[in-house]
């Protein structure tokens, strides 16, 4: 856990600590999880331990966590990082090992745990399960849910197979689709003994079944059945597989909230990984502007602290403002994207990220904030660079949950003293304090605020 926290998490943007997060996370308790079922309040330590360092989090100061780590947890796809909870990673990794012990039944491990814990005079006690076993032998329990629920079972010679328990009516089981009770007869009867030359002995279930499930059964490809001995299957691989990723799914659905995740096209776009992350907080309308600050219970008022007439949203903030419109209609918007200036952030975002016209002229939001206004008002050109420093152009990108971190008056003195203006001046009007933002403008000579604008140093914001 220590090798996280060893990083300086201030000095890596949100999405290098997503990059290292991941890395560190399946290396180091991988081992460990692929063997053992970890206790709960181990996993959420170790859930904490990364949603901390994601967020910039230390032991002597808490930061905002702009998106829930539910959310997080997700795949891409679906709106999250692909960072996995280490619970239901720990469950895929076990039932990856329930695999394991079916696929590689001549290996010593297999034996050794097989003859131990399958014996049968273990398997006729009355209570298997509070008997004295290893931590691996209840991992293999802990993990056998999953790996029975991912698994369907192809027929060959039918010993192996339950007719009633196992998944072989194309991943289901007869006992899923029909309800009522079994005789131990019916709990034991293997597909070998129902199948009879050129067809099946029906008499031999209790149950009359319907004629769907019959045709289901006839429909069952028979080239290899009888053959060879009967195998499983992982049922979310073309290759029938097992996947430790699907595996991941299957153990996290039940925390799926089931809302479509709209901005899929982010993870393609060829751009800055700082651009996608800005751009994530955005689908996840978590950018900490003042609307959404206020929200959250952090005492500000919302309002823009540049026009004072509305409240600072995402979409106010890049798009709507009345300062920011004006820039926008001063660079020629292609055609193809006017119209998206009226409809919803995430649709003029995408329009604006994947759009080929103003990919071509090199623009993505603002390509320097310099150009905005040059010289006249240095306030209203810093503001903005400020808040459209989200740019094609490398020197100009600050990591919004980064700005939000070290927003404190002792920061801006601390920028002051170290002569970086910009930095001061950025971090004075997050604060939105006149005495400061002054303090910082007069730092700054009329000859170098051209300069101080186009050289941010990011890597401080
Ligand atoms: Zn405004």
Same mark, same amino acid.
């Given at each position: 856990? !220590?090798?996280?926290?060893?990083?300086? *998490?201030?000095?890596?943007?949100?999405?290098?600590?997503?990059?290292?997060?991941?890395?560190?996370?399946?290396?180091?308790? !991988?081992?460990?999880?692929?063997?053992? *079922?970890?206790?709960?309040h181990i996993c959420d330590k170790l859930d904490k331990v990364n949603r901390d360092f994601l967020w910039g989090s230390t032991t002597e100061r808490r930061k905002l966590h702009l998106v829930g780590w539910n959310k997080i947890v997700k795949p891409k796809e679906d709106g999250g990082l692909g960072i996995q909870a280490a619970k239901a990673k720990n469950l895929a990794l076990l039932a990856k090992l329930n695999w394991r012990l079916y696929q590689e039944k001549d290996a010593l491990w297999t034996q050794v745990i097989l003859k131990k814990y399958c014996s049968p005079s273990r398997v006729r006690a009355r209570d298997p399960d509070a008997l004295p076993s290893s931590p691996n032998w209840k991992a293999i329990k802990v993990g056998f849910p999953i790996f029975s629920s991912g698994i369907c079972w192809c027929v060959g010679t039918g010993a192996r197979t339950k007719v009633w328990l196992d998944r072989w009516l194309k991943g289901e089981s007869l006992r899923e689709i029909i309800q009522g009770p079994l005789s131990l007869r019916d709990n034991s009867l293997t597909m070998e003994e129902l199948r009879d030359v050129g067809?099946?002995?029906?008499?031999?279930?209790?149950?009359?079944?319907?004629?769907?499930?019959?045709?289901?059964?006839k429909a069952l490809p028979l080239q290899e059945f009888g053959h060879r001995e009967d195998s499983i299957m992982w049922k979310y691989t073309r290759d029938g597989d097992f996947s430790t990723n699907s595996a991941y799914l299957l153990s996290s659905e039940n925390e799926s909230t089931g809302v479509p995740f709209m901005g899929k096209w982010i993870w393609k776009i060829d751009i800055l990984p700082k651009i996608i992350m800005f751009l994530w907080l955005c689908f996840h309308n978590s950018v900490p502007v003042k609307s959404i600050l206020a929200t959250r219970g952090i005492n500000c008022d919302g309002k823009c602290p540049i026009c004072r007439s509305h409240d600072e949203s995402i979409v106010h903030l890049l798009r709507d403002c009345k300062l920011v419109h004006n820039y926008w209609r001063s660079i020629e918007v292609p055609p193809e994207c006017v119209n998206t200036f009226t409809g919803s952030l995430e649709g003029w975002l995408q329009s604006n990220s994947v759009n080929s016209v103003l990919h071509r002229s090199g623009l993505l939001f603002v390509q320097s904030a310099s150009e905005l206004h040059p010289l006249d008002g240095a306030l209203q050109q810093q503001q903005l660079g400020g808040?459209?420093?989200?740019?094609?152009d490398e020197s100009l990108i600050f990591d919004p949950t980064d700005l939000d971190i070290d927003v404190t008056p002792e920061a801006v003195d601390a920028a002051l003293n170290e002569d970086q203006q910009n930095r001061a001046l950025i971090l004075s009007l997050r604060l939105n304090e006149d005495s400061l933002i002054k303090k910082c403008i007069f730092a700054i000579s009329p000859v170098d605020i051209p300069a101080v604008a186009s050289s941010i140093p990011y890597r401080y914001l």
């Open positions: 856990m !220590n090798k996280l926290s060893g990083w300086k *998490a201030k000095f890596l943007s949100l999405a290098g600590r997503a990059v290292l997060i991941k890395s560190v996370m399946s290396t180091i308790p !991988n081992h460990i999880m692929q063997g053992v *079922a970890l206790p709960t067809g099946w002995k029906w008499d031999l279930i209790s149950f009359d079944l319907p004629d769907s499930i019959k045709n289901k059964i808040v459209l420093v989200y740019s094609i």
